[in-house]
């Protein structure tokens, strides 16, 4: 999350929703991200604490990147960001991810889907 920027309007950072994870490993001393901490949702230097080992300590398999800027939303399906620009996205696959997980879709992602 620390490098991953909207691939349309390039905007950082992305807002990151996860719908599943799994612990995977135990983390003994974790790198730290340098700019913004997604864990926590804010940039780094704002930060009064982190928990480093406990993020990097979870996968997360399926979830949902959002652009704040350009409202454009990025699916996380089998632990990959889908962040294709608009002419690229498959929309099959895009489909089937909103209908498994429209519990957890923020609303203002789904008014923006059904609009498309």
Request: net charge negative; proline share 6%; aromatic share 8%.
């Amino acid at each position: 999350m620390d490098i991953l920027a909207c691939p349309m309007c390039r905007n950082f950072p992305l807002k990151l929703h996860v719908f599943q994870s799994e612990s995977r490993y135990s983390v003994e001393e974790a790198t730290r991200c340098e700019l913004y901490c997604s864990y926590h949702d804010g940039l780094i230097d704002e930060l009064e604490e982190t928990r480093c080992r406990e993020c990097y300590s979870v996968e997360i398999t399926d979830g949902l990147l959002t652009c704040p800027k350009c409202g454009r939303w990025y699916a996380i399906i089998d632990e990959i960001p889908i962040m294709l620009p608009d002419n690229l996205r498959d929309r099959k696959r895009e489909s089937e991810f909103i209908n498994k997980w429209s519990g957890k879709i923020p609303p203002d992602v789904l008014k923006m889907v059904s609009r498309e």
